[in-house]
């Protein structure tokens, strides 16, 4: 078995970082903030605790989010240390989209047709839910984390491999084998870690925009402050995520380190 290093994989994060950082910046500005932050300003408000009515803007949404996914591949190929230029980056990260796609909605979408009825249930007594209902969110909830985990490595897999959807969760699955625990070590401690930043920075860039422009209307210069500030916090995040489980999955494969990498070889 494969040796598994979560910190030789920081090291390592932070060394393609330092080597490719001006590159990986330019597709998460391009790929991840400006679709996020256009989709973040289409959005119409909405009641507290409730959600917009779908409409033209849920296709704008769709189309943010898969513009993201690009994204997410084409970093995984510089993860790699695979040098390209911006515009093969991308266009490989394209030609590997309706792959990832596939591998997510095969396990996915069984999983959310599931809960559906269970989750209306819930929601037309709130006040005292069904407790049969309950349970089975519950247990859903705990099989998708379990899920989670061992698909966790489905990105870098998509993103480097000629493989199909159903090959794709067969490579993450077999990959994570015997190491569940220690990757949702893991990912605890990294989505810990986020909460905390995200709180601590939307807090106080909201109390800023507060007091500068009032209470944020759609359209207006706060309101494009907070969705930049989010979009940017998001795409930071999910780019440092990617370029870690791609590390990751790098250990677990065996190529070699990034070009000029300094890493500890201890596990």
Do not use: C, K
Not at 53 to 63: C, I, K, R
């Amino acid at each position: 078995m494969q040796p598994l290093s979560i910190s030789r994989a920081w090291d390592e994060t932070r060394e393609v970082l330092r080597r490719d950082g001006s590159l990986i910046a330019t597709l998460a500005l391009a790929l991840m903030v400006l679709p996020g932050t256009i989709s973040a300003m289409v959005q119409p408000r909405a009641p507290a605790g409730q959600m917009a009515e779908p409409g033209w803007w849920t296709l704008v949404q769709l189309l943010a989010l898969l513009i993201g996914v690009v994204g997410q591949l084409a970093v995984v190929q510089i993860a790699l240390g695979r040098r390209q230029s911006v515009g093969e980056a991308i266009a490989h990260g394209a030609r590997r989209t309706p792959a990832f796609l596939g591998a997510t909605v095969l396990w996915v979408l069984p999983l959310a047709l599931l809960v559906v009825p269970f989750a209306q249930r819930i929601e037309a007594n709130p006040n005292a839910p069904d407790p049969t209902s309950a349970l089975i969110m519950v247990v859903v909830l705990l099989i998708f984390l379990f899920l989670a985990v061992r698909l966790i490595l489905t990105t870098p897999v998509a993103g480097s491999e000629a493989a199909g959807p159903i090959t794709i969760l067969r490579r993450s699955w077999g990959l994570t084998r015997g190491r569940w625990w220690r990757l949702f070590g893991f990912l605890v401690l990294f989505f810990v870690a986020a909460l905390i930043v995200i709180t601590a920075v939307t807090s106080v860039v909201g109390v800023v925009v507060g007091l500068a422009d009032g209470p944020p209307e759609p359209w207006s210069t706060g309101a494009l402050v907070l969705a930049l500030t989010s979009q940017l916090l998001s795409a930071a995040l999910t780019v440092l995520l990617v370029l870690l489980i791609t590390r990751l999955y790098a250990q677990l494969t065996g190529p070699a380190a990034p070009e000029s990498a300094s890493v500890p070889d201890a596990p």
